[in-house]
């Protein structure tokens, strides 16, 4: 029975099958399905085994559940031969009312078949709804005392609202860590990636630049070696690099004497120093490789170069607040210290937590909230069943109460039997949450962040328990409390008719109206997304995306060390991938739409005033090849666009996009005009517009298009050309395109990864998964809220009509019409339904302001929303009242009145 | 005890401990009647049966030493008592009695 790694038994259904189990063959029954799991792994493999093994706990289940059953009413059946105390009392009392609760369900299997399917689906999805908001939500994240943490962004009042997050400049990040009293200490960071190469083939990694005192702001220790030290931040100290476990577990296979060896990133050389411990990791980004971040004098030149990530770690007892009113003042000084570049500018101070869930959290809340209100439904539902179940025992439950039985015996006994059915809706939905959540998270946006951490875990299961049985109380006391009390009498007389008289009708009404009202909102808040979606699609994105491929190559500075190396590069790849069948364009740029976001450069324009101090604008700079906007599907809409004469030598150019055109030269022609980039502390060389394109929706179609400028690649700089995008249009499918282009870049450079190969439409459907997310999720949960109000609606009509057979026998034989008697059905039916509809309209109208957030291009009140579902509720509801009002028309009164 | 039938799983589980001899545990059991039967037989039906036959006073059983192998544990190793033996021949017999002069159309794969 040893372990190996990675095929160990699941450990969700191991945990199942030992709680259930009885406890004296508990050992041997896992020592059992271990000794047989190691079989099946070394004959079948893990997945088969796992299965297996799933499939032996899923039918140990019921088997154990019995066996314990008998064994806790065993000493109820045998002879007592000494005294029990008072608890025993109780719990035999309890086994019995639960050993009769199992007879009631075995009596009437298919209404138990309903209750626990209506149950099971409503826990099993609240729980696997529950267990992402858990895993990404309230699990705290790995790091200890993670609370403390914060990110520290610039804000930008000029050309972003205040909150947003701006990269930070090192002048101020040193200046921030100098005057603060609030942090214990505060590191810079940067996420991307590099090349590997030396060790097989070429991949590409996951790589944080970080300052010295970052892993220590982590309490991240290394598993053996070291950390960095502070003199390797700085420019000329040698290269050295910290393996995350994982990667050190994966590339070197765990080996202890990786110490001291060298790996190659980007061509250069570095050596290891350390591994960090299990399960280090930052803004789950997957980092696999840690190297200093390095910063030299000219870094600190201006305030002007953004281009850090910070961390902080507030000391203990610090608030959030006093280190947002802190970093304000600070800000403050250097403002004054620095108006030309500080002016406007100020500190957002973001919790790690908000980082890296903030942006999900109000739709997993909402979906959250959805799948509550199914489970409400349901669980109404189910109590309506019991009810009227209750009013058909009447007469059986008045008979128990002549004999002695109590009220409170009668309540428990109702009770039991609601809960037997809810734990048992319960088990089976926690077993279809376990499956649920897979399904959940393989169709979640990819921007999910921790999806790692999603799992059915202790709390989880609580909770998943605590609805049970809450759904179970609420559905037994209902009815129990209805229960024969005054009218005694009346329930034993024989043929005394259970008319909805009074208090029960009247709730079970009140309970329709409720769940109406409930699917109504939900339908309002699906058709508010949905709506969303469709304008979200709508949106004309700037740009062409279908047969377009994408894939990205980034060239080391070893070998790649200027401009023009990189252009010989990349035009022989263009020159060769053109040349492919099917390709009808290809092109390069450095920042793809609704990918990448642009870096950003201040600049001044000519002929216009100097900017008023501290009002120096950025602007977004794309490089880009010839051919792009072709390629893309970006208009052009006046001048000229790139041709291969734009080269290294020839005068600098640009293309501006209309948003550029409308903010800096409204009534006039830009053609001709010249543009001067700040791209480093000496400035750039004049650059002309030659052209204006159509604007794209760059960051997300939701967005507005920021001004933007492009330029060709061979006039760019070395930092910013050295990964572009591979953009090739076909008339083929474009992803068997990338065999050939990874065979190219293969031939041109063997050394060089090509890697991300996605066409645009993934990339534009990517851009909106989230919102496909929760239309698709509330959308589904929606429908489920209505179809049980709906059954809810059928319920409450068909058991009026059932109930009053009898009356309306004697109406129609009294000469009333067809149509007063479906009149009265519908009467029945409709009434709490427009009271439900009334209800939910108006509570949508006043919580759908929550939804906020998540909508784009519909008003949270939009009118069509509203004036479409409402009306659709009702005919539905209609429906559900035609089969009763059918029925109620064809009463053969000659058959009803002599049942009389 | 002889004059009480057992059940078709119950009779299974005697008869693969008869086969099993000294080392009928649980996984051995299970195994036996699953290769016989070519039915699948889960742990947890298999340790209610047993339990149930224990209180029967039909089988009976002994705890090994753990196993000799590394995170190797504690076996249960069933066996027969007297009466255990004689409800099985009792039922066999009788099973044999009722098939006498029977001929049945063979069973159709899976057994049950």
């Known amino acids: ?900 | 005890m002889a004059g009480k039938f057992l059940a078709e799983f119950e009779l299974y589980v005697m008869l693969a401990i008869a086969h099993l001899a000294e080392q009928a545990y649980g996984a051995a059991i299970r195994r036996a009647i699953e290769e016989r039967t070519g039915r699948p037989v889960s742990v947890g039906a298999l340790y209610a049966t047993l339990s149930r036959l224990g209180d029967k006073g039909l089988v009976n059983f002994t705890v090994s030493e753990p196993q000799p192998i590394r995170g190797g544990r504690a076996r249960k190793y069933y066996r027969l008592t007297r009466g255990g033996q004689a409800a099985l021949s009792h039922s066999t017999e009788m099973l044999a009695r009722m098939m006498d002069g029977l001929r049945l159309a063979p069973a159709s794969g899976d057994g049950s």
Not at chain 1, 142 to 171: C, F, K, M, Y
Not at chain 1, 393 to 407: C, S, T
Request: charged share 20%.
């Open chain 1, 1 to 900: 029975m040893s372990r190996r790694c990675g095929s160990r038994v699941p450990r969700f259904w191991r945990w199942l099958i030992s709680l259930l189990m009885n406890p004296t063959d508990r050992d041997y029954a896992l020592a059992d399905l271990e000794e047989d799991y190691e079989r099946q792994l070394t004959r079948a493999g893990p997945g088969a085994a796992r299965r297996w093994y799933r499939g032996q706990v899923v039918r140990s289940l019921w088997p154990c559940v019995r066996s314990r059953l008998s064994h806790i009413t065993a000493p109820g059946l045998v002879g007592r031969t000494k005294p029990i105390g008072r608890h025993r009392v109780i719990a035999f009392d309890f086994v019995r009312d639960f050993r009769l609760a199992l007879r009631g369900i075995r009596s009437r299997p298919g209404f138990a078949a309903i209750v626990v399917l209506t149950l099971t689906l409503g826990i099993g999805a609240t729980t696997a709804v529950f267990s992402v908001v858990n895993g990404v939500l309230l699990n705290p994240l790995h790091h200890p005392d993670a609370d403390q943490l914060v990110i520290l962004w610039e804000t930008d009042q000029h050309t972003n609202p205040p909150g947003t997050r701006n990269n930070v400049s090192p002048a101020n990040f040193a200046d921030w860590r100098e005057l603060n009293r609030v942090f214990e200490d505060i590191a810079a960071y940067s996420i991307g990636q590099a090349t590997l190469t030396g060790l097989g083939n070429p991949e590409m990694v996951t790589r944080g630049w970080i300052t010295s005192g970052f892993l220590w702001l982590l309490r991240a220790r290394p598993a053996f070696g070291r950390g960095f030290l502070p003199g390797e931040g700085s420019n000329g100290a040698d290269n050295v690099v910290v393996l995350s476990y994982d990667f050190w577990n994966r590339r070197y296979a765990s080996d202890p004497d990786v110490i001291g060896s060298t790996l190659t990133l980007n061509g250069d050389s570095y050596t290891i120093v350390g591994v960090l411990e299990r399960g280090v990791d930052f803004l789950a980004r997957g980092i696999q490789i840690w190297t200093p971040y390095r910063m030299g004098p000219s870094d600190f030149a201006n305030r002007g170069t953004r281009s850090l990530n910070v961390l902080a770690r507030m000391k203990p007892g610090v608030t959030l607040q006093q280190t947002r009113t802190e970093m304000a003042a600070i800000a403050d000084r250097i403002r004054l210290e620095d108006p030309e570049w500080m002016t406007g500018r100020g500190v957002n101070v973001v919790p790690l937590r908000d980082e890296l869930v903030g942006r999900v959290e109000p739709a997993l809340l909402v979906l959250f909230g959805a799948v509550l209100v199914v489970l409400l439904i349901a669980t109404v539902n189910v109590a309506n069943l019991f009810l009227v179940r209750a009013t058909e025992r009447r007469r059986d439950l008045a008979v128990q109460q002549a004999l002695g039985a109590g009220r409170g015996r009668l309540i428990r006994r109702s009770l039991a039997e609601c809960l037997t059915l809810s734990v048992g809706g319960g088990t089976i939905g926690l077993l279809l949450a376990a499956v649920g959540t897979d399904a959940l998270l393989a169709f979640a946006p990819s921007n999910l962040p921790r999806i790692d951490a999603v799992a059915i875990d202790a709390r989880v299961l609580v909770f998943g328990l605590v609805v049970s049985l809450v759904t179970g109380c609420a559905c037994g006391v209902l009815p129990a409390l209805q229960n024969p009390g005054g009218q005694l009498n009346d329930a034993l007389k024989e043929g005394a008719r259970t008319a909805t008289k009074g208090g029960r009708g009247q709730l079970r009404r009140g309970l329709v109206v409720a769940q109406v009202a409930l699917s109504m909102i939900l339908l309002i808040v699906a058709g508010l997304l949905t709506r969303t979606f469709w304008q979200l699609n709508a949106i004309n994105p700037g740009f062409s995306p279908e047969r377009v491929l994408t894939v990205k190559v980034r060239l080391p500075a070893r070998e790649y060390p200027d401009v023009a190396s990189m252009t010989t590069f990349y035009d022989e790849l263009l020159r060769a991938v053109r040349a492919l069948p099917q390709v009808n364009s290809a092109a390069l740029t450095r920042f793809l739409p609704l990918s990448d976001g642009p870096w950003t450069y201040t600049f001044e324009v000519e002929g216009q005033p100097t900017p008023v101090l501290g009002q120096k604008q950025s602007r977004a700079y794309h490089p880009v090849s010839t051919d792009y906007f072709r390629t893309a599907g970006i208009t052009l809409l006046q001048g000229r666009d790139f041709t291969t004469a734009d080269n290294a030598d020839a005068v600098p150019v640009l293309v501006i996009n209309g948003a550029m055109k409308r903010v800096y030269w409204p009534n006039q022609d830009p053609i001709g005009q010249r543009i001067r980039f700040d791209f480093d502390a000496s400035g750039g060389p004049w650059r002309e517009i030659v052209g204006v394109v159509a604007d794209v929706h760059h960051d997300a179609l939701h967005w507005d298009p920021r001004p933007t400028v492009y330029g060709p690649e061979s006039q760019a700089f070395a930092a910013i050309a050295n990964r572009l995008r591979l953009l090739v249009r076909t008339s083929g499918e474009p992803l068997q395109l990338a065999q050939s282009v990874r065979r190219i870049v293969q031939r041109i450079d063997p050394d060089l990864p090509v890697f991300d190969i996605r066409t645009m439409d993934q990339i534009v459907a990517g851009s909106v998964s989230q919102q496909r997310f929760s239309m698709l999720l509330i959308g589904g949960f929606a429908a489920a809220a209505a179809l049980l109000a709906l059954l809810g609606v059928y319920g409450v009509v068909s058991y009026a009509v059932r109930d009053r057979t009898q009356e309306l026998g004697l109406r129609v034989a009294l000469g009333a019409g067809t149509g007063r008697t479906v009149r009265f059905v519908l009467r029945e039916g409709l009434t709490p339904t427009l009271a439900g509809i009334a209800v939910g309209v108006t509570g949508a109208l006043l919580t759908s302001r929550l939804l906020d957030s998540l909508l784009f291009g519909v008003s949270s009140t939009d009118p069509l929303t509203y004036a479409m579902l409402a009306p659709a509720l009702a005919v539905a509801a209609g429906v559900a009242c035609s089969v009763p009002a059918y029925k109620a028309a064809t009463v053969d009164p000659i058959a009803v009145l002599r049942l009389e």
